[in-house]
């Protein structure tokens, strides 16, 4: 069933191929990402090198975001999304079947762009098919069925886990990509309206990505710097949170709760931030939640106790929350009707190297002088990133976006 420009907006028909693939794929990657090192471990590496496979997925991810933007332009969305559950599936083979290290390394490679080609085809899509004045709420509930998922993977996986061993979870990898590319390939798909002289449902001539970059570098220097602040300060959590806790003497258990319940206050506020954009506009998301982050951070050396501890988790769970889907809200606002992944791709690229670089800032800092410290700077960057957001995020009225409807992104 066809999806076109000319049936009207209705949340019913997007939700099975906008979500669908999105939930069961991110099933699959939540059950592999508590168990990678593991595996490793069961394969002969070291404490040292089974951490290193962690960071297999993310590097491999961050490689291929722009090569990700670029096939899904030009093999269109739906194509996209069958192949990225595929390459779930072959990464799921690999893992369970791993002999070696060698082996189960490529499973990771592998496992980077099926997840990138999950969240750019779907943030492509949704930019094109949602009107302008209800797509916050549409990305921020992308972020949140996808933070549903994570939840999910490792409570799917763990009764695999305990009979066959931590490689089981592989296993619920290739089911979820199986599923993935079931729901995509039956559900309705996209056709991109054509470009001048193009035949009808004809997919439009995707310009070369430096063209793109060439175009619209002013936003991606201004605004794109803004957002990788955002993914420094999100990933710092992941890195500092622990390390300080540890410090202060808590127990893995302890912390690996106080994550838990971060998590739900996520879930649970993923459709506010979305309504809050499309109500007020983007800028009254992006500037609290890099304050919040920026506060809390500075604060994090105070907290002396368990409960400042977990007072510190909820004030950056909630304002993780609250910036469900504003990374992509953004980029999608911004992105050229043509060659609209190919510049997802670069925006998830700057966004990608704020997060990917977060562990390397924490540990040089600490090296040098302590973890609170590393969490004052992290802080203090946050906030600048605040003013900054407010400078370059572009003023939203809702009323004219609605008028408008149906319309292409505005540019900023």
């Known amino acids: ?40 471990r069961e394969l002969g590496a070291s404490v040292s090198v089974a951490a290193l496979f962690v960071s297999i997925v993310a590097v491999a991810e961050f490689v291929g975001s722009v090569p990700v933007g670029i096939f899904v332009d030009r093999v269109g969305e739906r194509t996209a ?21 060698w082996v189960l390394a490529l499973a ?5 762009p099926a997840g990138g080609i999950f969240i750019v085809a779907r943030q492509s899509y949704l930019g094109h098919i949602v009107p302008a004045h209800q797509r916050a709420r549409a990305m921020s509930t992308l972020g949140g069925v996808a933070r549903i998922g994570w939840f ?22 290739i089911a979820g990509g199986l599923g993935a590319s079931a729901i995509t390939w039956w559900s309705m798909d996209l056709v991109v309206p054509s470009a001048e002289g193009d035949h009808p449902g004809a997919r439009p001539v995707t310009p070369p990505l430096r063209e793109t970059v060439r175009r619209h570098a002013r936003v991606l220097l201004t605004l794109g ?12 959590r992941n890195v500092v ?18 994550f838990g319940l971060g998590m739900g206050i996520e879930m649970l506020l993923f459709y506010p931030a979305g309504w809050i954009m499309d109500r007020f506009g983007r800028v009254w998301v992006a500037v609290p939640v890099a304050l919040g982050f920026g506060v809390t951070l500075m604060a994090l050396p105070l907290a002396d106790t368990r409960g400042g501890v977990g007072v510190a988790v909820v004030a950056m769970s909630i304002a993780n929350g609250l910036g469900s889907g504003i990374v992509m809200t953004l980029g999608a606002d911004a992105a050229p009707p043509v060659g609209r992944a190919a510049f997802l791709g670069v925006w998830r690229l700057i966004s990608l190297i704020g997060a990917n670089g977060a562990s390397v800032l924490v540990a040089a800092i600490a090296a040098i002088a302590s973890v609170g410290a590393a969490a004052v700077v992290v802080g203090v960057l946050s906030l600048l990133g605040a003013g900054w957001l407010a400078r370059w995020v572009p003023r939203y009225e809702p009323d004219r976006e609605r008028a408008a409807y149906p319309s292409t992104p505005r540019q900023t």
């Open 241 to 258: 949170v622990p390390l300080w806790a540890d410090h202060i003497g808590m127990t893995a258990s302890e912390v690996s709760v106080l």
């Open 152 to 173: 999910i993977g490792p409570l799917a996986a763990a009764p695999l886990i305990a009979v066959h061993g931590a490689r089981a979870a592989f296993l619920v990898l």
């Open 225 to 236: 710097l803004g957002i990788l602040v955002i993914g420094l300060a999100r990933a710092s």
């Open 81 to 101: 999304l069958v192949i990225g559950g595929l390459l779930e599936v072959m990464a799921g083979l690999i893992g369970w079947f791993a002999p070696n290290l």
């Open 108 to 112: 990771a490679v592998v496992m980077g």
């Open 1 to 40: 069933m066809p999806a076109t420009a000319d049936l009207p907006f209705s949340w019913r028909r997007i939700a099975l191929p906008a979500y669908g693939p999105s939930l069961v794929g991110s099933i699959g990657h939540g059950a592999i990402v508590p168990v990678v090192a593991l595996t490793a």
